[in-house]
């Protein structure tokens, strides 16, 4: 099985902590947060890793190398300065990721679920399945909902936040476009044609949006070391 880091971002509301390295390669209880993603996806059985950068990218393929201290095989899908976008990112790292369905992580995010727990198939009739967590202080109205497994439109009190974890075909990216491209104009397609399943996951999540978010998770994980 494969999987994409995203990990292009330039990491703006992160600054100053980001002007000197990406985002993902900032230290979480001394460790990067890029590396709990690889670590993570080596245990899961995922075998092939596509990263793609574009601030400071070439810290990144210094420190992961070929993958080779995950027991992974690592390809890397260098970008454009200012980067491509979620969607524009995957669209152009396609021909590295194959046929079958592989899974994307925001290189951003932190957390304690185990990934072996993760969805690994789809349905033939379904282009993906989102990772969905309860809606965190920075994000209140939530992004979709979730009824009956399946992802839905934004519903009035209802809605949950998108956890940065799914997994895709390559499908849901038709016709395949290029450039700089979000990722919610698909799955709102994709959603209207009731494509999308979509899981709610407990345990810890921290979408590292913010110097504090990320001081506030350092606090939170040293307690469990």
């Not at 994000?139 to 992802?151: I, K």
Request: hydrophobic share 40%; net charge negative; glycine share 10%.
């Amino acid at each position: 099985m494969k999987a994409m880091i995203l990990a292009a971002g330039r990491g703006q509301r992160m600054r100053p902590l980001t002007d000197n390295q990406p985002k993902p390669l900032l230290p979480v209880a001394g460790k990067p947060l890029l590396a709990f993603h690889l670590e993570k996806l080596a245990k899961a059985g995922v075998t092939e890793v596509v990263i793609n950068h574009a601030w400071k990218g070439e810290q990144i393929e210094h420190f992961v190398g070929d993958g080779s201290d995950w027991q992974l095989q690592v390809s890397f899908s260098p970008e454009p300065e200012g980067g491509l976008e979620t969607a524009g990112g995957i669209i152009q790292a396609l021909p590295l990721l194959g046929d079958d369905p592989f899974w994307v992580i925001n290189g951003d995010i932190w957390t304690d679920w185990d990934y072996s727990e993760l969805p690994k198939s789809l349905p033939d009739d379904k282009l993906a399945h989102l990772l969905m967590v309860d809606n965190p202080p920075h994000n209140p109205d939530g992004d979709f909902g979730v009824v009956d497994g399946c992802l839905v439109e934004k519903p009035l009190g209802e809605s949950k936040t998108f956890a940065g974890i799914g997994l895709y075909r390559k499908e849901l990216l038709q016709p395949y476009p290029e450039g700089k491209l979000p990722l919610k104009p698909f799955f709102e397609k994709a959603i209207s044609e009731q494509n999308v399943l979509a899981s709610v996951k407990k345990g810890l999540w921290t979408d590292v949006g913010t110097p504090e978010r990320l001081e506030q998770l350092n606090q939170q994980v040293r307690k469990y070391q």
